[in-house]
């Protein structure tokens, strides 16, 4: 058995989780960019929360962002989360 490193389930796994996380922060923080120019700057509580979010949460702020007016509207999005 001939089996390079590339070859291997293991290393695929790994790869793509690698490649997955980087999606997810390059999400939040094109997400976070986005807020802070839609709503000003974000206090640290509602970064956080955020910054807590997953991909599929993260998309769909990204999208509820649009609609936004105030930090009043991301927090009630938020809590509408919980």
């Known amino acids: 058995l001939d089996i390079t490193l590339q070859e ?3 290393y695929r ?3 793509e989780e690698g490649r997955e996380e980087g999606r997810e922060e ?5 997400v976070l960019r986005l ?3 839609r709503v000003g700057e974000l206090p640290q509580e509602a970064r956080s929360q955020v910054e807590a979010l997953s991909l599929e949460q993260l998309e769909n702020l ?3 962002l649009l609609d936004f ?3 009043a509207d991301l927090e009630a999005w938020i809590a509408n989360q919980e």
Not at 26 to 30: F, I, K, S, Y
């Open 26 to 30: 390059g999400e939040r923080l094109l």
């Open 35 to 37: 807020l802070s120019r």
């Open 8 to 10: 291997t389930r293991l």
């Open 62 to 64: 990204g999208e509820a």
């Open 69 to 71: 007016t105030s930090l």
């Open 13 to 15: 796994d790994i790869k």
